[in-house]
Nanobody, 126 residues
Framework: RVQLVESGGGSVQAGGSLTLSCTAP????????MGWFRQVSGKERGGVSS????????YYGDSVKGRFTISRDNAKSKVFLQMNNLTPEDTAMYSC???????????????????WGQGTQVTVSP
């Protein structure tokens, strides 16, 4: 059974940094595209970043380019999201997601991801 488990969320002030981690027991990690998404209550889930199986290509949503960095460690079955220069607009529930091996996917389109974690809350205060 595939599980995705996020960690690293929390509360920071604007301008601060956080690093999110996601581990994926049961997933064929090296064969899976990984992504980070975020959602604010009452709004649609939006794509933050995705990373292909061997570490590239990498995609970012326009609002996080230049501030967020995605990376992965296939040996440890982990994906990371380094978030710098956070703003209150980054406040959301962040979830990691995976595309099952061999499935078609589109980098920041949630519907094309097959497995999801429960999420970790990020709150940025002014």
């Amino acid at each position: 059974r595939v599980q995705l488990v996020e960690s690293g969320g929390g509360s920071v002030q604007a301008g601060g940094s956080l690093t999110l981690s996601c581990t994926a027991p049961g997933l064929d990690f090296g064969a899976s595209v990984m992504g980070w998404f975020r959602q604010v209550s009452g709004k649609e889930r939006g794509g933050v970043s995705s990373i292909d199986r061997d570490g590239g290509p990498i995609y970012y949503g326009d609002s996080v380019k230049g501030r967020f960095t995605i990376s992965r460690d296939n040996a440890k079955s982990k994906v990371f999201l380094q978030m710098n220069n956070l703003t209150p607009e980054d406040t959301a529930m962040y979830s990691c997601a995976a595309v099952a091996s061999g499935r078609w996917w589109q980098p920041l389109l949630p519907i094309t991801y097959d497995y999801w974690g429960q999420g970790t809350q990020v709150t940025v205060s002014p």
